[in-house]
């Protein structure tokens, strides 16, 4: 049940931000997708080291309430193994947000990188960082595809 709740959240951060309205959609923010794009990196370098936990505690307050920590261990340890290490990452593009759907105004930058693994070739991971309540960009939703 645990699973089915963390799956949950994860398909409706990543619905929220693939299906933005046009006018949610702030045309470019430079700075502020800089920023998040190396909050992201840093974030997944420590799940690509399979230090779970720690990325738990570095994401939004959004994610860790909306996640807890166990839950997003058991999940994404049962998500991540079995596509083994890292093989390559490279940004496929981002978009800033003032808005989307299903989550609080804010901003949001959507992070899309063209991935492979060892055990799969070609993926699609979306990072979606948040400028978060202490002032950093900091990751409030993550998927695979």
């Given at each position: 049940?645990?699973?089915?709740?963390?799956?949950?959240?994860?398909?409706?951060?990543?619905?929220a931000?693939?299906?933005?309205?046009?006018?949610?959609?702030?045309?470019?923010?430079?700075?502020?997708?800089?920023?998040?794009?190396?909050?992201?990196?840093?974030?997944?370098?420590?799940?690509d080291?399979?230090?779970?936990?720690?990325?738990?505690?570095?994401?939004?307050?959004?994610?860790?309430?909306?996640?807890?920590?166990?839950?997003?261990?058991?999940?994404?340890?049962?998500?991540?193994?079995?596509?083994?290490?890292?093989?390559?990452?490279?940004?496929?593009?981002?978009?800033?947000?003032?808005?989307?759907?299903?989550?609080?105004?804010?901003?949001?930058?959507?992070?899309?990188?063209?991935?492979?693994?060892?055990?799969?070739?070609e993926?699609?991971?979306?990072?979606?960082?948040?400028?978060?309540?202490?002032?950093?960009?900091?990751?409030?939703?993550?998927?695979?595809?």
């Open positions: 049940m645990k699973n089915i709740a963390l799956s949950l959240v994860l398909v409706l951060l990543v619905s931000c693939s299906h933005k309205t046009e006018s949610n959609v702030v045309t470019g923010n430079p700075p502020a997708e800089a920023a998040a794009q190396k909050s992201a990196e840093q974030w997944l370098a420590l799940v080291a399979g230090n779970f936990a720690e990325s738990w505690k570095t994401a939004a307050g959004y994610f860790q309430t909306a996640v807890s920590q166990d839950q997003w261990e058991h999940t994404i340890a049962g998500v991540r193994k079995p596509l083994g290490d890292l093989v390559s990452r490279k940004l496929k593009g981002a978009q800033y947000a003032k808005s989307l759907p299903g989550a609080p105004d804010g901003e949001y930058v959507v992070l899309q990188f063209d991935t492979s693994f060892a055990n799969k070739k993926a699609v991971e979306t990072v979606t960082p948040m400028f978060d309540k202490d002032g950093q960009w900091k990751v409030s939703g993550y998927y695979i595809k």
